[in-house]
C-alpha cells in the first residue's frame, strides 16, 4: 500500500482504512476531499489520537474556539477526550492523514 495513492473515483464522504488494528492500537489511512464536522459538533475520543497531515491541509477546532492550522507534514496529538471538530480539509489536493488512536501519553 502507498499512502499517497489515491483510489481511481473519490466519493462525497471521507474515506477510512484500517492499516492496522488490535486490542491496544489502531492505524488508519483518512482521505478527506472537503469534508468537515457537522455544525455545533465535537469528537469527544476516548482514547489518545495522533494525527499527521501527509498532503493538503486542515484545520482543527478545540473547545473554547482555539483552532488549529494543520499543514503537509504537520502533527498533533489530540489527548483523550480533547473535544476537537474538523472545520475545514483541502479538497485539492485531497487531504491525507494519518492517524494512530490508543493510549499514547
Known sequence: MNLFQLPNTLSKEELFETILKNQNLTVERIISTGQKSPTNFYYDQPQDELVFVLQGEAILTFEY?????????DFLLLPAHQKHRVEYTSSNPPCIWLAIHGDLT
Not at 474556539?65 to 507534514?73: H, P, R, T, V
Request: net charge positive; no cysteine.
Open 65 to 73: 474556539n482555539k483552532s488549529k492550522k494543520l499543514i503537509a507534514g
